[in-house]
């Protein structure tokens, strides 16, 4: 099946400071990538859909100065995570849309810790 | 929105046992997914069902689409303790996910 990567798998960072988390779609082209959001013991929470070379789409309550969202081209999307703080600590989750059956595959995960 | 409940939000069983969760909704869906999710990990892709009344299996796991397309099941039989891990069902484009059944299955 169609393989997606994400980077860092885990990311600790200090309050205040701006993370980047890589999502790679590795043996296809994803026009649309997601953007999840995962709290322990929850569900999968969907923030941002983004298409190659548009500006994302984000989710009500999803503040997008605060979780940039960049989609340049169609095997990479980026989420950096701004001024972080210890509530943005969480599971994150990208999805990558394409392959030959136009499904949705999910990368494993980047677990962010904000100290 | 559409909104899927999923139930029972946690269930605790002896290996060998049978189990069933569900997925329901009030909205009609064109597809359901379901998925398996281990912590610290992405969720898999186990099924898609996609005609009103189908049934699919995977192995152990059987899972059917309502009739209308608006609730789908799982079924374990004989559980095992690899199948311990939180179940989601998801639908619509971009996905959504109920809030999953999270399954221990215990020696």
């Known amino acids: 099946g169609a393989v997606v990567s994400q980077h860092p798998s885990r990311v600790i960072c200090k309050s205040g400071t701006s993370v980047k988390i890589e999502c790679r779609s590795l043996d296809f082209q994803a026009t649309t990538m997601f953007w999840y959001r995962q709290f322990p013991k929850k569900s999968l929470m969907l923030m941002a859909t983004?298409?190659?070379?548009?500006?994302?789409?984000?989710e009500q309550g999803v503040e997008k100065d605060k979780f940039l969202i960049n989609h340049a081209s169609l095997t990479l999307s980026t989420l950096t995570v701004t001024s972080a703080h210890p509530e943005d600590s969480s599971f994150y989750i990208c999805?990558?849309?394409?392959?030959?059956?136009?499904?949705?595959?999910f990368g494993p995960g980047t677990r962010l810790t904000v100290t | 929105t559409q909104l899927l409940e999923q139930s029972p939000q946690f269930l605790s069983i002896q290996e060998g046992e049978n189990l069933t969760v569900y997925c329901n909704s009030s909205?009609?869906?064109?597809?359901l997914q379901w998925y398996r999710q281990e912590p610290g990990e992405g969720p898999v892709l186990l099924v898609t069902v996609v005609t009103g009344g189908e049934v699919k299996k995977l192995k152990r796991l059987t899972f059917q689409f309502g009739d209308a397309r608006k609730d789908s099941s799982l079924h374990i039989t004989a559980a095992q303790t690899g199948d311990t891990g939180l179940y989601l069902c998801?639908?619509?484009?971009?996905?959504?996910f109920g809030k999953g059944t999270r399954l221990s299955v215990i020696a």
């Open positions: 909205s009609v869906f064109s597809s």
């Open positions: 998801a639908g619509n484009t971009p996905l959504v």
């Open positions: 999805s990558a849309r394409g392959g030959s059956n136009d499904e949705q595959y």
């Open positions: 983004s298409n190659e070379g548009s500006k994302a789409t984000y």
